[in-house]
């Protein structure tokens, strides 16, 4: 399995394991409204089991080389998921999703968080595609990719069915010659 990726600002992306499930249903319940209105699965994930679940399918989708979904650790505690949400192995691209809890929120951790996903990304798992899709009117979200130099690429209507109303996406994608530019 997969290796614990340190991102700097002391935060720790760890893949998710099973005795996360707790701490991990823990930071749903406790962030549930705010979740179910960018995020599609909050209504599903109803108690620990739910979590284990999700833990369970993410580490198989990891095993078949899919996704990776890892726990952002901060001072000691979970505080939000983010990974690859699929990996298209045979175009070598892939789609990154995250969320934090309120109280991480404002620090930064998500996009130092994403720029460790990237390096990962291109570096190890050689990708050459990755991409972020957000909510149009999910500011915090479309911040994350703009800060890290992804281009704003176009936007799909009515591309998610969320709480009985349909959001349209701002796609946003970055290629690996043009993060290795950044890096440079
Ligand atoms: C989307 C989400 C992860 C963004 O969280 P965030 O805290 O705004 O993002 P970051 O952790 O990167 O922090 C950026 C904030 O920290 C500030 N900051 C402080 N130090 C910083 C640093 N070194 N680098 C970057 N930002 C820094 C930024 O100014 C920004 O604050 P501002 O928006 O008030 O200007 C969060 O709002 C969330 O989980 N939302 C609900 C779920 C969701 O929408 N998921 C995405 C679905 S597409």
Request: aromatic share 10%; hydrophobic share 45%.
């Amino acid at each position: 399995m997969p290796e614990v990726l340190k991102a700097g600002r002391g935060l720790e992306l760890r893949p998710l394991n099973l005795r996360d499930a707790g701490a991990l249903f823990a930071l749903v319940e406790g962030n549930r409204e705010r979740l179910r209105r960018w995020l599609p699965w909050p209504d599903a994930n109803l108690c620990v089991l739910d979590s284990r679940a999700y833990i369970l399918r993410m580490r198989t989708l990891w095993r078949a080389g899919l996704g990776q979904s890892f726990g952002l650790w901060w001072k000691d505690r979970l505080v939000g998921v983010a990974g690859f949400n699929w990996i298209d192995g045979a175009n070598r691209s892939a789609a990154i999703g995250y969320w934090l809890a309120q109280d991480a929120e404002g620090h930064g951790l998500m996009t130092t968080a994403v720029s460790a996903l990237l390096r990962h990304g291109f570096r190890t798992l050689k990708l050459n595609r990755i991409e972020i899709r957000a909510g149009v009117r999910n500011r915090r979200s479309r911040a994350i990719p703009k800060r890290l130099g992804f281009r704003h690429e176009g936007t799909l209507r009515q591309a998610e069915l969320l709480a009985n109303r349909y959001v349209d996406h701002a796609v946003y994608g970055l290629l690996a010659e043009e993060w290795r530019i950044r890096q440079a």
